[in-house]
C-alpha cells in the first residue's frame, strides 16, 4: 500500500515524530505519531524500505543526500 503525502500543503504538527532505519533503509521502528503522520499503521511501516515515502516530484538528488547525510551520522 502506497500514501502520496502532498508537498503543496504546510504540516504543523507538534509532536515527535520518530522513525528509525537500519543501514539497508528498512524502517525498523516508528512511533504512533509518525504513522499517524503518514497514513500508516505502525505495523505496516515495520520492515518496509524508507523508499515508500518517495514523492515523485522531488528529485532523486536530494534523497541521495539525505540518505549520504544519515550513513554519515550513523559512524
Known sequence: MHHLI????????????IYEIDTSGVITFSNSNFAEVTGFRREELIGKNHRIFRHPDVPDVLYE????????MKK
Do not use: A, G, S, V
Open 6 to 17: 502532498p508537498l503543496d500543503i504546510e504540516y504543523r504538527y507538534k509532536k515527535n515524530l
Open 65 to 72: 543526500q539525505l540518505w549520504l547525510t544519515n550513513k554519515r
